[in-house]
């Protein structure tokens, strides 16, 4: 992506907590500038990983 001149990544979709959690802290550690899109994601467990935080 960095290639084609991508610098910013927008994340969205079903399970926060899991795929959208860590495509977008994927997407930083790769240098991306990385929004989450809140409103338009649902997370499976929405007690679970992020009602806890950061680990």
């Known amino acids: 992506m960095k290639e084609r001149g991508v610098n910013t990544v927008f994340v969205t979709?079903?399970?926060?907590?899991?795929?959208?959690?860590?495509?977008?802290?994927?997407?930083?550690k790769l240098g991306f500038t990385t929004y989450v899109i809140e409103d338009t994601t649902r997370a499976m467990d929405p007690k679970?990983?992020?009602?806890?935080?950061?680990?």
Do not use: Q, Y
């Not at 679970?48 to 680990?55: H, N, S, V, Y």
């Open 13 to 28: 979709g079903l399970a926060t907590d899991f795929c959208v959690a860590w495509s977008a802290m994927d997407a930083r």
């Open 48 to 55: 679970g990983l992020l009602a806890a935080g950061p680990g």
